[in-house]
């Protein structure tokens, strides 16, 4: 259809809904005219030569209108305010936390009784860990849903969802929500009407009569879970057919390739949307497009099918940022932020996997030049978005860097991963850390890194070894984590329990529906009456709290830190340390960190190469003013140490 005629097109879809395209709804139809060519492109390019093209389409426009139609008052306000504001995620006055509705506060009802805990921390936006139906035992977390429109019982109600946001909104906070485009629950109502035999839910999955077609994409896809859950590929005995499983068994793969998946999944996403959903968290984008011959990750149709999403939900509801979990290689995570033509129209945020690992690099070897090496791709983000910065979430971490990043840096690819492993499950001689391996890959070594924040970094084995020196440098490596990851730019995340020092919870172990899954030893189940403890002087939970809180506090009042795609890399004059410029405004912030567990040394000269020497710094995290000294003196970062400085004529005292 050319452009005129889809103009037309449109205009007479806003008209025979009752659409006020002049007065009341003007700036709805002026975002769903001005998208509508885009949109058919994308949904050209993907579906075109699909027999159910012209039905399929028409379901999505009218699912925009009706978006629109059912949104809120208080979210269309919420539309402008943020329209306003211009990319309003890229403050520096918005600091997150990631956390489990039923392990943090036992349900919808108690979270909401909860919010005054964030307001004293500083937290301002939650990330709820999957709250729809999921079946015990089968749920992956919950992120095997059974109904993306029903909260579990288990958190409690719709209501209860409904009345948190109510209060989250009446708080000035903001939510961020998943949704799962990968894969449903076998037991969601279409993966039921599937194995009964329904051809057109059949459709919305991968069904194959025999084993040829799996076989030949087993020969490309790699394992996700090779040891609870190898291959690809699950029979179903009631029809008598191979379905695809990526995952596990029991998560059924949509498939995209049939346009009625796509519709229905829209209208999901902008459901959550109509909820009051801030940031919504698009769970594992990467595996959504498959193709015979690839890894089925990645691929080209994946990126079309996340940046036709976006064009809908800027035209439905606007104020939803997305968020793309990728969790890939350094050169594939920016590509989700859009490529080309839609440079910055994709996903509005991702995860900085990827300088999270680097962190976790630099902590177990004191050496930063693996981090430097591979900054490039990160800093190619393009501005307009931004990333989720994190020390630990509830996943595992995975050593997602690439082999090149290590090789530069002058060490063996295969040794330093093998020792970094070594070093985080507590193996090699000498290392404090107390974590565990997850999904180790017997075929090529792979494998991944569990463990709690505290744990990874000392505070549990020093503990049990009551070796007050070992405690005091376990308390500085989880300040110093937060502090890089807080001040590198993006919005900050914490993982709930990391900001009272929870060592590992090995309560998962005597629950048969989580054992087989050692990243349960993160996720911790809280017990508020410890938490009273952030209020006792000397205790972990006091220290470790009131550090977060500073961190955040001290964030939030420098505007610096807001994400203008600012981040300058100093010329490391110190391997041990990790040294980089926020700029704006003719303003510079040095940020250094050190991960030695001794003091480290940097030269002056170091502050003078990227424009006007200063004369004075002033560190905002000790309040110390420091003299500018000559260019063989140094500055000294104390044992896992870390510095803000600015210079002072640019800063009150």
Same mark, same amino acid.
């Given at each position: ?29 002026? /975002? &769903?005219?001005?998208? !509508?060519?885009?949109?058919? #492109?994308?949904? +050209? %390019? ?5 027999? =159910? ?49 039923? /392990? &943090?506060?036992?349900? !919808?009802?108690?979270?909401? #009784?909860?919010? +005054? %805990? ?5 937290? =301002? ?529």
């Amino acid at each position: 259809m050319n452009t005129n005629a889809l103009q037309e097109f449109g205009a007479n879809l806003l008209q025979t809904n009752k659409i006020d395209t002049k007065k009341k709804d003007a700036a709805f139809a002026q /975002r &769903f005219l001005s998208h !509508l060519d885009t949109i058919e #492109e994308l949904f +050209n %390019y993907i579906y075109g030569d699909h027999p =159910n093209r012209n039905a399929c389409f028409d379901n999505l426009l009218l699912s925009l209108i009706k978006t629109y139609q059912d949104r809120s008052s208080t979210l269309l306000k919420k539309d402008v305010a943020k329209e306003k504001k211009g990319n309003w995620f890229l403050s520096n006055q918005i600091t997150g936390m990631s956390l489990y509705v039923d /392990r &943090f506060a036992g349900s !919808l009802k108690g979270l909401a #009784e909860k919010l +005054n %805990y964030f307001d004293e921390l500083g937290v =301002n936006f939650l990330h709820l860990m999957p709250v729809f139906e999921s079946p015990e035992g089968e749920s992956d977390g919950g992120y095997a849903v059974s109904n993306f429109r029903k909260v579990d019982a288990r958190f409690g109600s719709n209501e209860d969802l409904n009345e948190l946001i109510k209060k989250m909104n009446a708080n000035n906070m903001y939510l961020m929500l998943d949704i799962v485009l990968n894969h449903t629950s076998h037991h969601h109502e279409w993966a039921q009407k599937a194995k009964a035999g329904d051809k057109y839910y059949q459709d919305f999955f991968y069904f194959y009569d025999n084993r040829d077609i799996p076989n030949q994409l087993d020969q490309t896809m790699p394992e996700i879970f090779p040891e609870s859950s190898p291959g690809s590929f699950t029979y179903i005995e009631a029809c008598n057919k191979w379905v695809m499983t990526v995952f596990h068994h029991y998560q059924w793969d949509l498939n995209y390739t049939n346009p009625a998946v796509l519709v229905a999944m829209l209208d999901n996403v902008l459901h959550y949307g109509n909820l009051g959903v801030d940031i919504l968290r698009i769970d594992a984008p990467a595996f959504i497009w498959k193709e015979l011959g690839t890894t089925c990750q990645n691929l080209p149709k994946a990126h079309t099918l996340l940046r036709l999403i976006k064009q809908c939900v800027m035209v439905a509801t606007p104020g939803m940022a997305l968020l793309g979990e990728a969790i890939v290689a350094p050169d594939e995570i920016i590509k989700y932020f859009g490529t080309d033509n839609y440079l910055a129209r994709e996903c509005d945020v991702a995860y900085n996997a990827t300088q999270m690992a680097l962190q976790w690099d630099a902590l177990a070897t004191g050496d930063t030049r693996v981090m430097l090496s591979a900054q490039h791709p990160i800093l190619q983000k393009p501005y307009g978005c931004t990333w989720i910065s994190y020390t630990r979430c509830h996943d595992d971490i995975g050593l997602g860097y690439d082999d090149y990043m290590i090789e530069r840096a002058g060490f063996n690819a295969y040794q330093h991963r093998t020792y970094l492993k070594n070093y985080f499950a507590g193996w090699h001689e000498g290392s404090p850390s107390a974590g565990a391996l997850f999904s180790v890959n017997p075929k090529t070594g792979d494998a991944r890194i569990s463990g709690s924040l505290a744990s990874l970094c000392g505070l549990e084995k020093a503990v049990e070894w009551n070796h007050t020196p070992a405690i005091e440098d376990a308390l500085k490596k989880i300040i110093l984590m937060q502090a890089h990851s807080m001040f590198m730019g993006g919005i900050p995340m914490l993982f709930y329990g990391d900001e009272l020092a929870y060592t590992n919870d090995y309560s998962y172990l005597q629950d048969p529906g989580k054992s087989y899954d050692n990243r349960w030893m993160h996720r911790p189940i809280m017990n508020w009456d410890r938490n009273e403890k952030r209020k006792t002087s000397g205790t972990f939970e006091e220290t470790i709290f009131n550090a977060t809180k500073k961190l955040i506090a001290t964030r939030n009042a420098l505007e610096i830190l807001s994400d203008f795609k600012n981040v300058t890399w100093m010329t490391p004059h110190n391997i041990h340390v990790a040294s980089f410029i926020r700029a704006y405004d003719n303003k510079k912030l040095y940020c250094l960190f050190n991960y030695k567990s001794t003091a480290s040394f940097i030269t002056w000269y170091a502050f003078k190469e990227h424009g006007e020497r200063p004369a004075q710094l002033k560190d905002y995290w000790t309040g110390l003013v420091h003299q500018v000294g000559n260019d063989n003196e140094y500055f000294v970062l104390p044992g896992y140490g870390f510095a803000l400085l600015e210079s002072i004529s640019d800063t009150n005292i």
